[in-house]
């Protein structure tokens, strides 16, 4: 058995992925997956905001130890004192990144804010002795450095620096990496119909045309930039060969499939949102009291209440009253 020769990248550059993917993370599938590796200056500053996160933890935990130092009835001497001292800093410094990336998917509070998570080098999920490993090495080598921290953190950011992958000393003797979870395009909205496919879309029947195709007809829209030649032309086709055969009638000749697929889902936009408007309408119509309330008018700056309306709709006219009869003649 042979494996399949991978899918060209689209061109980029120094053949990195137009979306930023450097991660080298592969599935079960052989699928290389849309994944950015934390560098840098993304990672000093969730260190900094778990940093502060530490302090507080640390004010809280002293005082709560001075109270029970001065508390005289209980007999704590100096010895005991020191150690719950010493027992508070391990929880901080070592406690603290283990258990949030245990029990909280490889986040810190600080990893939270700005968009990362820990992993293991094959994309799995971190495990206890890697979390342990990494805080380990981080206490005595990086942060807060308590072997040489100066020449420590020199060389913990060259080792990040050259990397190729943005991994810390931690990250490489614990199998770990930093990646973003947060995708760095926003969604793109669905292409337009073309003028000269809009008397067609008109008549299509698109009752068969199911939402998961049409969902997949969308991804594919707002994503096909990020395709590379052949397999961009590959998939269009694929799929409009599913979307015409629940489709009629056929479209004119020498129209490319990308068009079609657009055309096909902005018409059947067009229609859910007419069906949408009437619904609303009907709703309207039959429960006027489900309607949304009219907005009240914004008076201008420095003007009078008398210049606005004081009723939004004018008012009923006064019934008239009957005519007095003439009196008889006398």
Do not use: C
Request: aromatic share 4%; charged share 15%.
């Amino acid at each position: 058995m042979r494996a399949q020769p991978p899918v060209p990248a689209a061109a980029g550059v120094a053949g990195r992925s137009p979306t930023g993917a450097d991660a080298g993370l592969v599935s079960g599938e052989a699928v290389e997956l849309d994944v950015r590796a934390a560098r840098l200056g993304s990672r000093v500053l969730a260190l900094l905001l778990d940093v502060v996160t530490q302090l507080v933890l640390v004010v809280l935990l002293g005082t709560a130890l001075a109270a029970v130092a001065l508390n005289t009835l209980s007999g704590v001497d100096g010895a005991l004192t020191s150690a719950l001292g010493t027992v508070f800093l391990v929880l901080v410094l070592v406690g603290y990144p283990v258990l949030f990336e245990r029990f909280n998917h490889g986040r810190t509070p600080g990893k939270m804010a700005v968009g990362l998570r820990v992993v293991s080098a094959d994309g799995g999920p971190v495990g206890l002795r890697q979390s342990l490993s990494r805080a380990l090495v981080g206490v005595a080598v990086e942060w807060p450095g308590l072997v040489l921290p100066l020449l420590s953190w020199v060389a913990g950011v060259a080792v990040m620096l050259t990397d190729r992958r943005g991994r810390r000393l931690g990250d490489l003797v614990a199998g770990t990496m930093v990646v973003h979870t947060r995708t760095t395009e926003p969604w793109l909205p669905a292409p337009m119909i073309i003028p000269p496919l809009t008397g067609w879309a008109v008549t299509l029947d698109l009752t068969r045309l199911d939402d998961p195709l049409a969902l997949a007809v969308r991804q594919y829209l707002t994503r096909a930039r990020r395709f590379a030649e052949p397999s961009r032309s590959r998939l269009a086709g694929a799929l409009w060969s599913e979307v015409a055969a629940l489709t009629s009638p056929p479209p004119p000749p020498r129209v490319p499939e990308p068009l079609l697929l657009a055309a096909v889902l902005a018409e059947r936009n067009r229609r859910g949102a007419l069906r949408l408007r009437r619904a609303r309408t009907l709703t309207a119509t039959l429960w006027p009291e489900l309607a949304p309330a009219p907005a009240t008018p914004v008076v201008p700056v420095g003007a009078t209440a008398d210049a606005a309306p004081s009723v939004l709709r004018p008012a009923v006219p006064a019934p008239r009253a009957a005519p007095t009869p003439p009196a008889p003649p006398g």
